[in-house]
C-alpha cells in the first residue's frame, strides 16, 4: 500500500512539473524593450499564452514624427493609432497555440481610435537597411499559432514570417500599407510562408480580410502544402477598388502543392489586382487551386484595376485547377499580355473551368513552350439561338471524349459560362443548351467560343469565336387602335365613344399595326350601314377614298412590313329624330394565321334637337365673375384678363347656358413629380357644366413650364381624365373637356422629367409610352437594356420630329425586343441619348 501511495505522489510530481497554465502577457506601452512592451512580451510568451495590446496615452506619449513611437495624431487626419517603433529584430515565437491579439487594443481603451483599420502599428526604424538574418516582424517557428489586427510596414524582410509552422492563422492585419490602408510603406515581402503547411491567410470574413500591399511581393509560399488563402485585398488598398501595388507578384507560390487560393465563395474570394507584375505566379507548383477570385477588378467586380503582368502564370507547373467562378479581366501588358500564360513542356494536365475572361491586353488563356500537352482548340461547325425558346445550339469537333465548355464571348475571351458537352469518340461534339434563367441573351453580331479539356485535365486556349445565328418562330400579330382625333394623340387600344346631334357625323380614326416579327397582309372588315345608321370607311384616313364596300365586305388588305402600321377613316352618322346608339366593330386578321387577330369598338350616341337657338343676352358691364350666355349655337367667349378662352360647339348642348370665369385657389397640393404652372381657373356654367360633345378651353401658363398638362380638381385631389391637350404656347395651353371645374396648367419637376408608363408594364396590355423633355432638338435614340446590359431594343428620332425635338417628347414603345418578341418578366433600363451624351432615363419593370 506504501508502495502504491509513493508511486501517485511520483506522478502528480511530475504532471505539475510538465503542465505550464496559459497566461495573458499584455503590452501596456510603445517602448521597443523593457516591461510592458511588444519585445518582452514575445520573449516570455510560452505555449497557450496569449498577447493582448493596453496602451493608454499616458503610458504611451504621443508621436509628432514619421518614425516617432507614441501615439500618432498628426496623420490620417482625426484618426489615431500606436505606433511601435522596432530597432532590432523581435523575438521568434516558437512555442505553440500562441495568439497575438491586436484587436485587445479597441476593446481595452478609447484613447486611440483607427476607424479605418487596426490600431497597433509595427515599424521597422529604416526602410533602407534589410537585416541579414531575415528579419521578420512577427516570425513563426510553432504551430496553431494566430496573429490578428496589427499594421506592419516599413521595410521588414517579411511582415509576418512562418518557418516551418502549421495551422497558423493570420488574420485582420494590413501589411505593407499605412495605418489608413490607402498609402504603401511597404516590407520586402508582406507574408511568406517557408516549409509550412496548413495554415491560413484570411477567414473569408469580413474582419478576417488582410490587406496586403504596397510590399515587394505580396504573399510567398515556399516549399509549402495544403494552406489557404481566403478573402484578401492583394495590392489594392483597404476600400478594394485603388491600387497600392506590390512591385513582384500579389501570390507567389515557389515549389508548392496543394494550396488553396480562395475557396469558390463571395466571402473567400481574394482580390488580386493592380500589383506591378502577375497577380497569381506559380512556379514548379503542383496541385494547387485557384477559385472564385476577382483577378484584375476591384472589389466590386466591376471596375478594372489591372495587374501589369499576367492575371495567373503557370510555369513548370502540373496538376493545377484554375475554376470555377474567377473572374480574371484588363491584366497585361506588351510581352505579358495574357489572362492565363502557362510556360514549359513539363506544365501538364493543368485545368481551366468555368472562368469567366475578358478585356485582358492579349488572349485570355495562352499555352506556351508546348505546355498543356500541346492540346489544340476545339473547332466551332455551327451555334444557333433560339430568341424565342432562349435555347443555343452548337455543334462541333474536338479532341475525342473532352469536355467542351462553351461561352459567350467578349472579343476574342470566354465572358460568360453557357455549359459544357462531352465530345464522342471521333471527337464531334452537338449541345442544346437551355439558357433561359441565365439572364443572357444574343443578337445579331454577338459570338460564341469553347474550350476543351481531354481526358488528362489539359485544358486548351480558347478556340476561335463563330457568329451566333439567331432565328425565331414566324410571329404574326395584327392590332388596332381607335381614337376621334384626327393626329392620333387619343388611340386606346379597345373601345371609343362619342355623342352628335342628329343628322351631324362621328369621326373615328383606326391604327392598324403589324406587331408580328414578319410581313403580313392584314385584312380589316367592318359593320356597314343598318336602319338609319351611315357608316362609311376611307382610306388613307386624310383622302376621301371610300373603301366602304371592302370593309363590309370580305375586308380591306393593308400590306404591312413587321412593326409598321397605316391609318384609316370612319365615319357614322344617323338620319333618326330620337335619341339613338351604334356600336360598330372593326376587327383585323392576319391573312397568313386567321387565328391571330384583334378588334376595336365604336358606341356613337345620337341627341336629338330639343330647343331652338335663342339669342345671346346683354352682357351687363364689368361683371366679376366674367358670365356669358351662349344659345344652342357654337360661340367662343373670352376673359382677356386671366386670359381664358371657352369655345362651346353647337351639339355640345342642348339649351342656353350661361359661363362663369373665376381665378381661385386650391390648398391641396399638385400631384406628385409636378407642380402647378399658371393661375388656377374656375369654370361653371348653368344650367349644366357637363356636355355632350368636348368643349375647348385655353388658360394661361407660365413661361417655360416643363412638359405642360393640365389637372383639374375633384373632390379627393387633381385628375387629367378625359382632358385632351389640343396645343400650347410658350404662356398659354389648349384643351378639350366635357365638364366644368377648376383646372390648372401643371409642369413636370427636374427630377419627374423622364417617364416610362405604365410603370409595372404589362406588354399583353398594350404599347406602353416614352415621356420625356429635351431642352434642344437633335437626333435622339432611346435604347432599353436588360440588368445585364444586354441591349434589347432602340430608336433613333431624327431632330425636330417627335422623339428628338425641343421640348414634350411622347414615343410608343409596343413592349416588344427588337426582333418582335414580348419582353420577358424582369427588371429593364432605359436611357435617352442626344449627340452622344445621356440626358437621362429610368427602371422599367415588366410583369407579364
Same mark, same amino acid.
Not at 390648372?744 to 423622364?754: C, E, K, L, R
Not at 404589362?762 to 432599353?784: H, K, M
Given at each position: ?53 493596453n ?10 514624427? %514619421?518614425?516617432?513611437?507614441? /501615439? ?23 512555442? #505553440? ?102 495554415n ?55 515549389s ?16 488580386i ?65 495574357d ?38 482548340t ?42 459544357? /458537352?462531352?465530345?464522342?469518340?471521333l ?18 453580331? %454577338? ?15 480558347f ?102 402600321n397605316?391609318?384609316? +377613316? ?8 330620337s ?34 337657338p335663342?339669342? %345671346? ?29 371657352v ?5 355640345? /348642348?342642348?339649351?342656353?347656358?350661361? /359661363? ?9 397640393n399638385?400631384?406628385?413629380?409636378? +407642380?402647378?404652372?399658371? +393661375? ?9 357644366? %357637363? ?52 383646372f ?11 417617364r ?29 437594356? #436588360?440588368?445585364?446590359?444586354v441591349?434589347?431594343? +432602340? ?49 422599367i419593370?415588366?410583369?407579364?
Open positions: 500500500m506504501k508502495s502504491k501511495i509513493i508511486f501517485f505522489v511520483f506522478c502528480l510530481l511530475m504532471f505539475f512539473q510538465s503542465f505550464s497554465f496559459a497566461v495573458t502577457l499584455t503590452v501596456t506601452n510603445c517602448a521597443d524593450s523593457g516591461a510592458g512592451s511588444l519585445r518582452q512580451a514575445l520573449t516570455d510568451v510560452t505555449t497557450g499564452d496569449a498577447i493582448e495590446f496602451i493608454t496615452v499616458a503610458n504611451a506619449g504621443y508621436s509628432t514624427g %514619421e518614425y516617432g513611437a507614441g /501615439v500618432v495624431t498628426n496623420e490620417a487626419g482625426s484618426n489615431k493609432w500606436f505606433r511601435i517603433i522596432v530597432n532590432s529584430a523581435l523575438p521568434t515565437i516558437s512555442k #505553440n497555440n500562441v495568439y497575438i491579439k491586436g484587436f485587445s487594443q479597441i476593446a481595452n481603451t478609447n484613447e486611440a481610435i483607427n476607424v479605418l483599420g487596426p490600431e497597433v502599428e509595427i515599424k521597422w526604424r529604416d526602410p533602407s537597411y534589410y537585416p541579414n538574418n531575415y528579419l521578420g516582424a512577427i516570425t513563426i517557428y510553432g504551430n496553431n499559432c494566430t496573429v490578428e489586427g496589427l499594421i506592419i510596414n516599413n521595410g521588414f524582410y517579411s511582415g509576418i514570417n512562418i518557418t516551418l509552422g502549421g495551422s497558423n492563422e493570420v488574420l485582420g492585419n494590413y501589411i505593407g500599407v499605412d495605418a489608413t490602408g490607402t498609402t504603401a510603406v511597404g516590407n520586402e515581402r508582406g507574408i511568406r510562408l517557408d516549409y509550412s503547411s496548413s491560413k491567410i484570411g477567414d473569408g470574413t469580413a474582419g478576417g480580410r488582410n490587406v496586403i500591399s504596397g510590399n515587394g511581393s505580396g504573399i510567398n509560399i515556399t516549399l509549402g502544402g495544403s494552406n489557404e488563402v481566403l478573402g484578401n485585398y492583394i495590392g489594392l488598398d483597404a476600400t478594394g477598388t485603388t491600387a497600392v501595388a506590390n512591385s513582384y507578384a500579389g501570390i507567389y507560390l515557389d508548392s502543392s496543394n494550396n488553396k487560393i480562395g475557396d469558390g465563395t463571395a466571402g473567400g474570394r481574394n482580390i489586382s493592380g500589383n506591378s507584375t502577375s497577380g497569381i505566379y506559380v512556379s514548379s507548383g503542383g496541385s494547387n487551386e485557384v477559385l472564385g477570385n476577382y483577378i484584375g477588378l476591384d472589389a466590386t467586380g466591376t471596375t478594372a484595376v489591372a495587374n501589369s503582368y499576367y492575371g495567373i502564370s503557370l510555369y513548370s507547373s502540373s496538376n493545377n485547377i484554375i475554376g470555377a467562378s474567377n473572374v480574371i479581366a484588363y491584366n497585361g501588358s506588351l510581352g505579358f499580355p489572362g492565363i500564360y502557362i510556360e514549359a513542356s513539363d506544365s501538364i494536365q493543368n485545368k481551366i473551368t468555368q472562368n469567366s475572361m475578358y478585356s485582358n491586353y492579349g488572349k485570355g488563356i495562352t499555352l506556351a513552350e508546348s505546355s498543356n500537352q500541346e492540346i489544340v476545339p473547332e466551332i461547325i455551327s451555334v444557333t439561338y433560339s430568341q424565342t425558346n432562349e435555347v443555343l445550339n452548337i455543334t462541333g469537333t474536338a479532341t475525342s471524349d473532352a469536355i467542351v465548355e462553351i461561352f459567350k464571348a467578349s472579343g476574342n475571351q470566354g465572358r460568360y459560362y453557357l455549359g459544357s /458537352v462531352e465530345s464522342n469518340a471527337g464531334s461534339f452537338e449541345t442544346t443548351l437551355d439558357i433561359s434563367s441565365s439572364g443572357i441573351t444574343f443578337i445579331t453580331g %454577338e459570338t460564341v467560343t469553347t474550350t476543351q479539356t481531354d481526358v488528362s485535365n489539359n485544358t486548351s486556349e478556340s476561335n469565336t463563330k457568329e451566333v445565328i439567331i432565328t425565331s418562330i414566324t410571329s404574326y400579330r395584327p392590332t388596332l387602335m381607335i381614337g376621334t382625333i384626327e393626329s392620333g394623340v387619343d388611340y386606346g387600344s379597345s373601345n371609343k365613344t362619342s355623342s352628335v346631334a342628329s343628322n351631324e357625323t362621328a369621326t373615328y380614326y383606326i391604327k392598324v399595326s403589324n406587331d408580328g416579327n414578319a410581313s403580313d397582309t392584314i385584312i380589316v372588315t367592318g359593320e356597314g350601314n343598318s336602319g338609319s345608321f351611315n357608316v362609311k370607311y376611307y382610306y388613307p384616313k386624310t383622302s376621301n377614298t371610300e373603301i366602304t364596300s371592302q370593309v363590309t365586305g370580305e375586308g380591306y388588305n393593308l400590306d404591312l412590313a413587321a412593326s409598321t397605316d391609318e384609316l +377613316k370612319m365615319t357614322v352618322s344617323c338620319s333618326s329624330t335619341l339613338s346608339t351604334k356600336e360598330i366593330t372593326v376587327t383585323a386578321t392576319s391573312s397568313k394565321d386567321a387565328t391571330k387577330g384583334d378588334s376595336i369598338k365604336a358606341t356613337t350616341t345620337f341627341i336629338p334637337l330639343t330647343s331652338e335663342t339669342s %345671346e343676352p346683354e352682357p351687363e358691364p364689368e361683371p366679376t365673375p366674367t358670365t356669358e350666355t351662349t344659345s344652342h349655337a357654337t360661340q367662343e367667349f373670352s376673359d382677356s384678363g386671366l386670359g381664358v378662352t369655345t362651346v360647339p353647337a351639339n355640345a /348642348v342642348t339649351s342656353s347656358i350661361e /359661363v362663369a370665369i373665376t381665378e381661385t385657389t386650391s390648398s391641396a399638385p400631384p406628385t413629380g409636378f +407642380k402647378i404652372g399658371g +393661375k388656377i381657373i374656375s369654370l361653371t356654367s348653368t344650367p349644366t357644366s %357637363e356636355f355632350l360633345t368636348p368643349v375647348t378651353v385655353t388658360i394661361p401658363m407660365d413661361t417655360g413650364l416643363f412638359g405642360p398638362r393640365v389637372y383639374y380638381w375633384v373632390s379627393d385631389g387633381w385628375s387629367t381624365n378625359g382632358i385632351t391637350i389640343v396645343s400650347y404656347t410658350t404662356n398659354s395651353i389648349t384643351f378639350t373637356t366635357t365638364h366644368f371645374t377648376p390648372a396648367a401643371m409642369g413636370i419637376t427636374a427630377d419627374n422629367s423622364f416610362f408608363g405604365p410603370n409595372p408594364y404589362n406588354p399583353n396590355n398594350g404599347s406602353a409610352r416614352i415621356w420625356y423633355w429635351l431642352s434642344s432638338s437633335a437626333d435622339t435614340t432611346i435604347y432599353i437594356m #436588360n440588368m445585364n446590359g441591349l434589347v431594343w +432602340k430608336s433613333t428620332y431624327l431632330s425636330g420630329t417627335n422623339g428628338g425635338q425641343a421640348g414634350e417628347n411622347n414615343v410608343e414603345f409596343n413592349g416588344k425586343n427588337s426582333w418582335g418578341d414580348v419582353l420577358g418578366n424582369g427588371a429593364y433600363l432605359f436611357k435617352v441619348v442626344q449627340g452622344g451624351r445621356v440626358v437621362g432615363g429610368g427602371k419593370a415588366v410583369i407579364r
